[in-house]
């Protein structure tokens, strides 16, 4: 028997790192029209954001279906495993709702759904602590107590372009504490309580950069370190190598934003997510 862990597609794990981790990824849902796709299987972000750019009509994106998650858990539970099962915020997506369903339909499995009140890569870092947990034979009892720890430690800071794409899609009535929305300002978004919030305003993108870095700086050391965008690959490189020096053995997790977290965040956001016991 081994603990498994569970997640979903806005954890936005880059491949290589969910593989060595043997974490099982749930995709939410991207719908451009009548057209369905799953997050990062039937649609990656290269061809999301081009068209995402060039179409008039901003797509939409839905929590995966009870079933999905019935499938994976049956799945799991059959070949005998522990389930620790962790997801973006309830606030935020009816992706909870849908784990929880399934899971009610499996008594007696081993499966604990956790509500990580996080997005986008600080869920993701504490899914690798879980999973990395679970690597080293942890106990399914440890392994959720590694993830609530996790949990406890994790931030996320990303830089907008624009609060465009999220007034388009819906998500700025939950977003709290906007000053200057309707400026031409650059918002600094963070998680708290389960709900996306404002950290500051920037009148330029060096700026914002430069405060991410700053945040990060007041965390170190760090026991965990991602940085994030949605279009600049070379500006998160060069994050990355600028933040390198605060985590053990430089070791940065860098991944791409995808079409779900895309969706609402837009072109040229750039983030950081940090594990730290400093709160």
Request: charged share 20%; hydrophobic share 40%.
């Amino acid at each position: 028997m081994a603990v498994r862990i569970v997640t979903d597609s806005t954890s936005d794990l880059p491949s290589s790192l969910v593989k060595e981790l043997a974490i099982t990824v749930i995709p939410c849902n991207l719908h451009f029209g009548q057209e369905t796709f799953r997050d990062g299987v039937d649609m990656d972000a290269d061809g999301f954001y081009q068209r995402l750019t060039s179409e008039s009509q901003l797509p939409t994106t839905s929590q995966p279906s009870p079933g999905a998650f019935l499938e994976v858990y049956r799945g799991l539970a059959e070949a005998g495993h522990q389930v620790v099962s962790i997801h973006i915020s309830g606030a935020l997506s009816g992706t909870m709702n849908s784990a929880l369903q399934a899971k009610e339909q499996l008594p007696g499995a081993s499966v604990e759904i956790v509500d990580s009140r996080q997005v986008s890569l600080s869920l993701g870092l504490a899914v690798t602590a879980a999973a990395r947990a679970a690597k080293d034979g942890a106990s399914w009892e440890d392994t959720i107590q590694v993830t609530r720890r996790a949990l406890e430690q994790v931030r996320f800071y990303a830089l907008l372009d624009t609060l465009e794409y999220l007034r388009r899609g819906g998500r700025i009535g939950k977003v709290k504490g906007f000053v200057g929305s309707l400026l031409r300002v650059r918002p600094l978004i963070t998680a708290r309580d389960g709900i996306i919030e404002s950290v500051t305003s920037v009148r330029s993108r060096a700026a914002g950069i430069q405060y991410m870095v700053t945040l990060a700086e007041e965390r170190a050391p760090l026991q965990q370190l991602a940085v994030m965008h949605s279009t600049t690959p070379q500006e998160a490189d060069s994050l990355a190598d600028r933040l390198r020096s605060l985590v053990p053995g430089g070791s940065v997790i860098q991944a791409r934003i995808g079409p779900v977290i895309g969706t609402h965040v837009g072109p040229g956001a750039i983030g950081i997510a940090i594990q730290s016991e400093k709160s």
